[in-house]
Protein backbone atom coordinates (compact mmCIF):
# COMPACT_ATOMS: atom_id res chain seq x y z
CA UNK A 1 0.00 0.00 0.00
CA UNK A 2 1.34 3.39 -1.27
CA UNK A 3 -0.26 6.25 0.97
CA UNK A 4 0.12 9.71 1.10
CA UNK A 5 -1.33 11.63 4.32
CA UNK A 6 -2.32 15.36 3.29
CA UNK A 7 -3.50 18.11 6.19
CA UNK A 8 -2.93 21.02 8.12
CA UNK A 9 0.34 21.15 10.50
CA UNK A 10 -2.12 19.86 14.06
CA UNK A 11 -4.46 17.47 12.05
CA UNK A 12 -3.01 14.34 13.17
CA UNK A 13 -0.98 13.24 10.49
CA UNK A 14 2.47 12.33 11.85
CA UNK A 15 0.21 10.63 14.86
CA UNK A 16 -2.21 8.50 12.82
CA UNK A 17 0.94 8.13 10.50
CA UNK A 18 2.95 6.02 13.54
CA UNK A 19 -0.39 4.07 14.01
CA UNK A 20 -0.54 2.67 10.42
CA UNK A 21 2.35 2.32 9.93
CA UNK A 22 2.93 -0.44 13.18
CA UNK A 23 -0.50 -2.15 11.99
CA UNK A 24 -0.19 -2.49 8.52
CA UNK A 25 4.14 -2.87 8.09
CA UNK A 26 4.62 0.18 6.47
CA UNK A 27 7.07 2.19 5.96
CA UNK A 28 6.78 5.98 8.02
CA UNK A 29 8.11 8.78 5.89
CA UNK A 30 7.94 12.03 7.96
CA UNK A 31 9.85 14.87 6.17
CA UNK A 32 9.49 17.07 8.74
CA UNK A 33 11.06 13.65 11.29
CA UNK A 34 13.78 13.89 8.50
CA UNK A 35 14.65 17.16 9.00
CA UNK A 36 14.32 17.43 12.37
CA UNK A 37 17.00 14.44 12.56
CA UNK A 38 19.38 16.69 10.15
CA UNK A 39 19.44 19.49 12.46
CA UNK A 40 20.00 17.02 15.40
CA UNK A 41 22.75 15.95 13.70
CA UNK A 42 24.23 19.08 12.61
CA UNK A 43 25.03 18.46 9.16
CA UNK A 44 24.77 21.04 6.21
CA UNK A 45 21.43 20.15 5.37
CA UNK A 46 20.08 19.87 9.00
CA UNK A 47 22.21 24.24 8.96
CA UNK A 48 19.87 25.29 5.91
CA UNK A 49 16.58 23.85 6.98
CA UNK A 50 16.88 24.80 10.05
CA UNK A 51 16.63 28.62 9.09
CA UNK A 52 13.05 27.84 7.50
CA UNK A 53 12.14 25.72 9.93
CA UNK A 54 12.41 27.85 12.90
CA UNK A 55 10.09 30.56 11.13
CA UNK A 56 7.43 28.35 10.59
CA UNK A 57 8.18 28.32 6.56
CA UNK A 58 8.94 25.67 4.39
CA UNK A 59 12.09 23.95 3.56
CA UNK A 60 12.83 24.58 -0.15
CA UNK A 61 11.39 22.13 -2.48
CA UNK A 62 14.70 20.88 -4.12
CA UNK A 63 16.09 19.85 -0.40
CA UNK A 64 12.85 18.21 0.74
CA UNK A 65 12.86 16.19 -2.83
CA UNK A 66 16.10 15.16 -2.68
CA UNK A 67 15.77 13.46 1.32
CA UNK A 68 12.42 11.87 -0.19
CA UNK A 69 13.61 10.45 -3.16
CA UNK A 70 16.49 8.83 -1.55
CA UNK A 71 14.33 7.30 1.49
CA UNK A 72 11.54 6.41 -0.88
CA UNK A 73 14.06 3.75 -2.88
CA UNK A 74 14.95 1.74 0.63
CA UNK A 75 13.62 -1.70 0.37
CA UNK A 76 11.25 -0.89 3.19
CA UNK A 77 9.32 1.51 1.25
CA UNK A 78 8.94 -0.80 -1.50
CA UNK A 79 6.74 -3.05 0.51
CA UNK A 80 4.43 -0.02 1.51
CA UNK A 81 4.60 3.81 2.59
CA UNK A 82 2.33 6.22 4.79
CA UNK A 83 4.30 9.87 3.19
CA UNK A 84 3.63 11.85 6.26
CA UNK A 85 4.19 15.49 5.59
CA UNK A 86 5.03 15.48 1.68
CA UNK A 87 4.14 16.77 -0.71
CA UNK A 88 3.22 20.22 0.79
CA UNK A 89 4.12 22.33 -2.64
CA UNK A 90 2.52 21.89 -6.45
CA UNK A 91 6.17 21.76 -7.31
CA UNK A 92 6.89 18.81 -4.95
CA UNK A 93 3.51 16.91 -5.96
CA UNK A 94 4.81 16.98 -9.45
CA UNK A 95 8.41 15.64 -8.05
CA UNK A 96 6.63 12.69 -6.61
CA UNK A 97 4.57 11.62 -9.76
CA UNK A 98 8.19 11.51 -11.62
CA UNK A 99 9.59 9.45 -8.80
CA UNK A 100 7.07 7.35 -8.17
CA UNK A 101 6.84 6.55 -12.33
CA UNK A 102 10.85 6.01 -12.13
CA UNK A 103 10.37 3.48 -9.36
CA UNK A 104 7.14 1.95 -10.58
CA UNK A 105 5.28 2.54 -7.52
CA UNK A 106 1.47 3.97 -7.94
CA UNK A 107 -0.31 5.64 -5.15
CA UNK A 108 -3.39 4.02 -4.25
CA UNK A 109 -4.88 6.71 -1.89
CA UNK A 110 -4.27 10.77 -0.71
CA UNK A 111 -6.15 10.81 2.76
CA UNK A 112 -6.94 14.45 3.70
CA UNK A 113 -7.34 14.97 7.58
CA UNK A 114 -9.69 17.73 8.05
CA UNK A 115 -9.59 19.75 11.37
CA UNK A 116 -10.53 23.49 12.25
CA UNK A 117 -8.05 25.95 12.61
CA UNK A 118 -9.17 26.72 16.41
CA UNK A 119 -8.37 23.05 17.12
CA UNK A 120 -4.98 22.96 15.23
CA UNK A 121 -3.94 25.70 17.53
CA UNK A 122 -4.94 23.66 20.51
CA UNK A 123 -3.41 21.05 19.36
CA UNK A 124 -0.09 22.21 18.52
CA UNK A 125 0.37 24.48 21.22
CA UNK A 126 0.10 21.61 23.78
CA UNK A 127 1.88 19.04 21.66
CA UNK A 128 4.82 17.47 23.50
CA UNK A 129 7.23 15.11 21.73
CA UNK A 130 9.93 12.73 22.06
CA UNK A 131 13.53 13.81 20.89
CA UNK A 132 14.43 10.19 20.39
CA UNK A 133 12.08 8.29 19.00
CA UNK A 134 9.57 11.15 17.54
CA UNK A 135 6.38 10.00 19.26
CA UNK A 136 3.92 12.86 19.67
CA UNK A 137 1.86 13.45 22.63
CA UNK A 138 -0.11 16.23 24.09
CA UNK A 139 -0.52 17.43 27.41
CA UNK A 140 -4.69 17.06 27.32
CA UNK A 141 -5.41 15.41 24.39
CA UNK A 142 -3.05 12.33 24.27
CA UNK A 143 -1.00 12.08 27.36
CA UNK A 144 2.23 9.71 28.00
CA UNK A 145 1.38 7.19 30.82
CA UNK A 146 3.54 9.39 32.94
CA UNK A 147 4.24 12.92 33.26
CA UNK A 148 7.16 14.15 30.82
CA UNK A 149 8.12 10.68 29.68
CA UNK A 150 8.06 8.73 26.59
CA UNK A 151 5.83 5.64 26.96
CA UNK A 152 7.73 3.89 24.04
CA UNK A 153 11.24 4.92 25.13
CA UNK A 154 11.14 6.36 28.51
CA UNK A 155 13.19 9.55 27.00
CA UNK A 156 11.98 12.87 28.31
CA UNK A 157 9.59 14.95 25.98
CA UNK A 158 9.89 18.60 24.69
CA UNK A 159 8.04 20.97 23.00
CA UNK A 160 8.89 21.49 19.68
CA UNK A 161 10.62 25.08 18.82
CA UNK A 162 8.08 25.95 15.68
CA UNK A 163 5.39 24.81 18.18
CA UNK A 164 5.17 27.92 20.13
CA UNK A 165 1.95 30.11 19.14
CA UNK A 166 3.50 32.72 16.62
CA UNK A 167 5.04 30.31 14.84
CA UNK A 168 1.99 28.03 14.63
CA UNK A 169 -0.08 30.59 13.52
CA UNK A 170 2.76 31.84 10.42
CA UNK A 171 2.83 27.14 9.45
CA UNK A 172 -0.83 27.32 9.05
CA UNK A 173 -0.94 31.03 7.04
CA UNK A 174 1.91 28.61 5.07
CA UNK A 175 0.05 25.31 4.54
CA UNK A 176 -3.24 27.85 3.16
CA UNK A 177 -0.82 29.29 0.94
CA UNK A 178 1.15 26.39 -0.63
CA UNK A 179 -0.18 23.61 0.34
CA UNK A 180 -4.03 23.76 0.78
CA UNK A 181 -4.10 23.95 -3.13
CA UNK A 182 -3.16 20.44 -3.20
CA UNK A 183 -6.71 19.16 -2.23
CA UNK A 184 -7.47 20.74 -5.64
CA UNK A 185 -4.73 18.98 -7.63
CA UNK A 186 -5.22 15.36 -6.17
CA UNK A 187 -9.05 15.42 -5.96
CA UNK A 188 -8.77 15.59 -10.24
CA UNK A 189 -6.75 12.32 -9.87
CA UNK A 190 -9.49 10.55 -8.28
CA UNK A 191 -7.55 9.07 -5.58
CA UNK A 192 -8.56 11.67 -3.29
CA UNK A 193 -10.53 11.09 0.01
CA UNK A 194 -10.99 13.11 3.22
CA UNK A 195 -11.88 12.12 6.36
CA UNK A 196 -13.11 14.25 10.02
CA UNK A 197 -9.99 14.41 11.97
CA UNK A 198 -12.26 15.61 15.26
CA UNK A 199 -12.73 12.99 17.61
CA UNK A 200 -10.34 10.94 19.85
CA UNK A 201 -7.01 9.49 18.12
CA UNK A 202 -8.61 6.15 18.74
CA UNK A 203 -12.25 7.19 16.23
CA UNK A 204 -9.62 8.89 13.39
CA UNK A 205 -7.74 5.91 13.68
CA UNK A 206 -10.98 3.51 12.85
CA UNK A 207 -12.04 6.03 10.13
CA UNK A 208 -9.31 5.80 8.46
CA UNK A 209 -8.83 1.88 8.78
CA UNK A 210 -12.28 1.98 7.34
CA UNK A 211 -11.57 3.66 4.39
CA UNK A 212 -8.42 1.61 3.79
CA UNK A 213 -10.59 -1.21 3.57
P1 LIG B 1 6.17 18.81 10.12
O1 LIG B 1 6.88 18.14 11.22
O2 LIG B 1 5.62 18.00 9.03
O3 LIG B 1 5.05 19.69 10.78
P2 LIG B 1 3.54 20.04 10.34
O4 LIG B 1 2.95 19.74 9.05
O5 LIG B 1 3.57 21.45 10.69
O6 LIG B 1 2.71 19.03 11.06
P3 LIG B 1 2.75 18.64 12.51
O7 LIG B 1 3.80 17.61 12.75
O8 LIG B 1 2.83 19.89 13.31
O9 LIG B 1 1.29 18.02 12.68
P4 LIG B 1 0.73 16.55 12.50
O10 LIG B 1 -0.38 16.60 11.52
O11 LIG B 1 1.81 15.55 12.26
O12 LIG B 1 0.10 16.36 13.93
P5 LIG B 1 0.45 15.37 15.15
O13 LIG B 1 0.05 13.99 14.80
O14 LIG B 1 1.81 15.60 15.67
O15 LIG B 1 7.08 19.93 9.51
C1 LIG B 1 7.84 20.81 10.31
C2 LIG B 1 8.60 21.78 9.43
O16 LIG B 1 9.50 21.06 8.60
C3 LIG B 1 7.75 22.59 8.46
O17 LIG B 1 7.24 23.76 9.06
C4 LIG B 1 8.76 22.88 7.36
O18 LIG B 1 9.63 23.91 7.74
C5 LIG B 1 9.56 21.61 7.30
N1 LIG B 1 9.00 20.64 6.34
C6 LIG B 1 8.50 19.40 6.61
N2 LIG B 1 8.07 18.80 5.50
C7 LIG B 1 8.31 19.68 4.48
C8 LIG B 1 8.07 19.65 3.10
N3 LIG B 1 7.48 18.59 2.49
N4 LIG B 1 8.42 20.72 2.36
C9 LIG B 1 9.02 21.78 2.93
N5 LIG B 1 9.27 21.89 4.25
C10 LIG B 1 8.91 20.83 5.02
O19 LIG B 1 -0.63 15.92 16.21
C11 LIG B 1 -0.56 17.25 16.69
C12 LIG B 1 -0.97 17.28 18.17
O20 LIG B 1 -2.33 16.89 18.30
C13 LIG B 1 -0.19 16.31 19.06
O21 LIG B 1 -0.05 16.90 20.32
C14 LIG B 1 -1.10 15.07 19.13
O22 LIG B 1 -0.89 14.33 20.33
C15 LIG B 1 -2.47 15.72 19.11
N6 LIG B 1 -3.48 14.89 18.47
C16 LIG B 1 -3.33 14.06 17.40
N7 LIG B 1 -4.52 13.48 17.08
C17 LIG B 1 -5.44 13.99 17.96
C18 LIG B 1 -6.84 13.78 18.14
N8 LIG B 1 -7.54 12.96 17.35
N9 LIG B 1 -7.45 14.47 19.15
C19 LIG B 1 -6.75 15.33 19.96
N10 LIG B 1 -5.43 15.55 19.82
C20 LIG B 1 -4.76 14.89 18.83
MG1 LIG C 1 3.92 15.66 12.15
ZN1 LIG D 1 10.24 7.96 22.50
Same mark, same amino acid.
Given at each position: MYLVLLG !? !? @??GKGTQAAILARKQKLAHISTGDMLRDAVKDGSDLGLKARQYMDRGELVPDDVVVGITRERLQAPDARRGFVLDG? !???AAQAEKLDEILVDLDMQLQMIVNLEVPERELIRRLTGRRVCPKCAKSYHLVFNPPR?? @?? #??? #?GNDLVQRDDDKESTVRQRLEVYHKQTEPLVQYYSESGLLFTIDGIGSVQQVNERLEDLLE
Open positions: !P !P @GAF !PRTSL @GI #CDE #C
